[in-house]
């Protein structure tokens, strides 16, 4: 497939003897939106923390445009293209909104620049902070912020970074449904011109704003395809609601 | 006033004081013990900067004091041997000069070595050190270790660097003789300026998109990283300006005081600068300043009534310091400021009408 933006192959990741991702295969195409699911501890968080180079894996491949991401060093890998936001999101509270969005767009600055203090807004930033709709927020601190306009700050974030492949990592957990909604249609907007691949939990949310899925179970890949397919899939009914297992026993 | 403007003033107004009202009202000696805390306040400059800013935690600036101090020390030793050996290294046996101490005898050297061999070092054990990861706690001790090792190493060699006595006696400097009150006196305005240039060039870096930065990495190293900055170059480069500081701080501090020797700048000094910093308040560079003279003004005033006891007040006044202020004196100064504007009526945030209320009916 010469559309592959990311291209993973037979990875395997081992912690301690406990094996948490086992032969993993995935192709993310040019423009995707493609979402991760599976219940707990099924690998989908580790399968991003590869990626992003946060974990090595024991086996397998990850390349990214033609490039063979393991091995490469975190920001190595940022700077190849790549941005990621964490489950528990983590901005930098002392700065303002507008400083973290600064921080994020800069990395591509020379270092010397960096001397230089921060006069107007750069486009990049200013588009980003459009996006998330902080603006009236732009100055304070980002330690004031709600769980819910950080999510979409680290979001911005990663849109000021301008990467070609975001990878969202359970961005509505623990969102009151009026922020779910707002995410959602964040992400609408996100995917129209980024590929991104999201890593959810929430079955509502997957089905409102999910098209292409990728189902893992306990490492491995259960099923991939769209989401009445994936939704149809005796297996997967079988591994999130614990249906089946009287039946095969 | 706006806050930026009221900044200035208040830089303006401590450098009218520092540089007229000081040398026009101080005797010579107190001001020779003024020039000695602006010293060392330019070392705690540094640490502001490493700790307060960077979240460095180094408790072994004394080394890199030390090694400005020595060198600058070293290149004095030599000029006044005048072509023979410095007067300890006789006195220890030593026969021939050593290679270390040839490049010393050129001034230019010995003044750029003030900077560049704190910097070199700085930079060799940041990268080994930050590169691993190596942080917090850890990173405190193995700097306390480097400081105790340099300590038995300056003893241990005594030809080459003078032994637990250090380096002392200098007879000339730059032409000057060192112990007579217009030298001592110049060198209180070079330190003082010095002092004020390195501040203004601190606050200019913590105010740039690097100080940013080191405030990011300070708060969240591992999320840096996923905003392709590698934390392990900012940290190096920031501990390196750190320790440039300590360096001038120590190379100014020799004809200061007159002496560099390993008491001056082993463990117990090189905790006690972070005290004072802790003291003063590390999260502004202010107050890195502001503790470095006061504490080192408080120790001397109360070593003169009371020998013994300053260590207890000092150790007392720093867990006071971080159990119940943690941001020093600048950030009590903050709270009551923010408690003041809090009791104040807020000013009137758009007025209705005009303002009428001057006019009288």
Request: a neutral charge.
């Amino acid at each position: 497939m010469s559309d592959a933006l990311l291209q993973i192959r037979g990875l395997k990741v081992v912690f301690d003897g406990f094996t948490a991702l086992d032969g993993v295969d995935l192709t993310v195409g040019h423009g995707e939106l493609r979402f991760l699911i599976g219940p707990n501890g099924a690998g989908k968080t580790t399968l991003i923390d590869v990626v992003t180079g946060l974990t090595r894996p024991a086996a397998g491949s990850v390349s990214f445009a033609g490039t063979e991401l393991t091995g490469r060093r975190e920001h190595r890998i940022v700077r190849l293209g790549i941005g990621r936001t964490f489950q528990t999101s983590v901005v930098f509270e002392e700065l303002t909104v507008l400083e973290n969005l600064d921080l994020a767009a800069g990395f591509r600055r020379p270092l010397p620049t960096l001397l230089l203090r921060r006069r107007g807004v750069p486009d990049a930033v200013a588009a980003a902070l459009d996006t998330i709709g902080l603006g009236a927020l732009a100055d304070r601190p980002a330690g004031v912020l709600s769980h819910g306009q950080r999510q979409w700050l680290e979001i911005g974030m990663l849109i000021a970074q301008r990467p070609r492949l975001l990878l969202l990592d359970e961005p509505v957990a623990g969102m009151g449904r009026g922020e779910r909604e707002r995410t959602g249609e964040l992400l609408t907007e996100i995917a129209r011109e980024h590929t991104v691949v999201v890593v959810e939990h929430d079955m509502e949310f997957l089905r409102r704003y999910a098209s292409q899925v990728t189902v893992l179970h306990e490492g491995r890949v259960l099923v991939e395809g769209d989401v009445a397919t994936v939704q149809a899939d005796p297996r997967v009914q079988e591994v999130y609601l614990g249906r089946g297992r009287e039946e095969a026993a | 006033m706006s806050p930026r403007l009221r900044g200035y003033a208040l830089f303006a107004a401590v450098g009218l004081l520092v540089l007229v009202v000081a040398p026009l009202t101080l005797p010579a000696f107190r001001l020779d013990e003024l020039a000695k805390y602006l010293c060392l306040a330019i070392a705690a400059l540094g640490i502001g900067l490493a700790w307060g800013q960077g979240g460095m935690l180094t408790l072994g600036q004394g080394v890199f004091f030390g090694l400005g101090g020595y060198a600058m020390a070293m290149y004095l030793k030599l000029h006044d041997a005048g072509g023979d050996l410095p007067d300890f290294m006789t006195w220890s046996g030593v026969e021939r000069l050593p290679a270390l101490w040839k490049p010393f005898a050129n001034p230019a050297v010995a003044v750029a070595a003030v900077v560049a061999v704190p910097v070199a070092a700085a930079v060799v054990l940041g990268a080994l050190v930050f590169r691993q990861r190596v942080r917090g706690a850890y990173f405190a001790i193995l700097t306390q270790a480097l400081a105790a090792a340099f300590v038995i190493l300056l003893v241990g060699r005594q030809g080459l660097t003078g032994g637990t006595n250090g380096l002392t006696n200098f007879y000339d400097f730059f032409g000057q003789d060192p112990e007579a009150e217009s030298t001592q006196r110049t060198m209180y305005f070079v330190t003082a300026t010095v002092l004020g240039a390195l501040y203004l060039a601190a606050r200019q870096l913590v105010r740039s998109r690097f100080g940013r930065l080191l405030v990011a990495v300070r708060d969240g190293e591992d999320r840096v990283r996923f905003l392709g900055y590698n934390p392990a170059t900012v940290k190096t480069v920031t501990f390196a300006v750190s320790a440039g500081m300590a360096g001038i701080a120590g190379a100014l501090f020799v004809p200061v005081v007159g002496i560099i020797s390993p008491s001056l700048l082993g463990v117990v000094p090189s905790l006690e600068l972070v005290v004072a910093v802790a003291v003063g308040g590390r999260y502004a560079l202010a107050g890195a300043v502001l503790g470095a003279v006061v504490m080192n003004y408080a120790k001397t005033s109360f070593s003169e009534q009371w020998a013994g006891g300053w260590l207890y007040l000092e150790g007392a006044l720093f867990i006071l310091v971080m159990t119940l202020a943690p941001k020093g004196a600048v950030g009590l100064y903050e709270q009551a400021r923010d408690a003041l504007a809090r009791r104040r009526p807020a000013p009137a945030p758009v007025p209705d009408r005009p303002k009428t209320e001057e006019v009288p009916a």
